[in-house]
């Protein structure tokens, strides 16, 4: 199982930008998916989280501005940033809890995307 990352870049502050995360390999299912960042010196944080049944939940900093949703069809979640600011700068992450053919349940992480808000 693999997650890819796409999208992310770098914006003005009060633009736009979105990631996406698909997740191939041996899937039966994919549960909890999620997007972390990390910004320079500083701790991993949780950004967005979604379940299988599109229950999200927001870290403070991003409630109102940023929507995570997901495409079950094609294992995917999304993240839309709107009114970003310069303290959104920071490496995204993509996470997901995924049930293999074997029923084994894993935690994958995908490779970090950059996105960057010049104020």
């Known amino acids: 199982v693999q997650l890819q990352a796409s999208g992310g870049g770098s914006a003005q502050a009060g633009g736009s930008l979105s990631v996406s995360c698909a997740a191939s390999?041996?899937?039966?299912?994919?549960?909890?998916m999620g997007w972390y960042r990390q910004a320079p010196g500083k701790r991993r944080e949780l950004v967005a989280s979604?379940?299988?049944?599109?229950?999200?939940n927001y870290a403070d900093s991003v409630k109102g501005r940023f929507t995570i949703s997901r495409d079950n069809a094609k294992n995917t979640v999304y993240l839309l940033m709107n009114s970003l600011k310069p303290e959104d700068t920071a490496v995204y992450f993509c996470n997901a809890d995924i049930v293999n053919h074997r029923s084994v349940i894993g935690n994958y992480w995908g490779p970090g995307t950059q996105v960057t808000v010049s104020s």
């Open positions: 390999g041996s899937i039966a299912s994919v549960l909890n």
């Open positions: 979604i379940t299988s049944s599109d229950r999200t």
